[in-house]
Nanobody
Framework: QVQLVESGGGLVQPGGSLRLSCAAS????????MGWYRQAPGKQRELVAT???????NYADSVKGRFTISRDNAKNMVYLQMNSLKAEDTAVYSC??????????????WGQGTLVTVSS
């Protein structure tokens, strides 16, 4: 059974930084895209950043220049470095991964989420 487990959330002051990590574990063939979504109270879920197995990345306009996504394919991990945090970045951040159980079959998997609170 595949599991995604996030870590690194917490309380940070505006202008501060946090680094989120997500580890994929279990038995699978390979991982394609990995990334992060967030959902703030009363708002829709938002795609924050995506990184593909070849290293290409996409970011939401709201985080470009402040957040950096990276991955370690050998460790099956994805990271989100968040700098210059703002109050509006406060949300539950969830990682996801498109995981291939075989060369022909892929499924999207989600972590439980980690809370990031930006407040003075």
């Amino acid at each position: 059974q595949v599991q995604l487990v996030e870590s690194g959330g917490g309380l940070v002051q505006p202008g501060g930084s946090l680094r989120l990590s997500c580890a994929a574990s279990g038995s699978f063939f390979s991982i394609d895209g990995m990334g992060w979504y967030r959902q703030a109270p009363g708002k829709q879920r938002e795609l924050v950043a995506t990184i593909f197995s070849g290293g290409s990345t996409n970011y939401a306009d709201s985080v470009k220049g402040r957040f950096t996504i990276s991955r370690d394919n050998a460790k099956n991990m994805v990271y989100l470095q968040m700098n210059s945090l703002k109050a509006e970045d406060t949300a539950v951040y969830s990682c996801y991964a498109r995981i291939f159980s075989s060369i022909w079959s892929a499924t999207d998997h989600w972590g439980q989420g980690t809370l990031v609170t930006v407040s003075s």
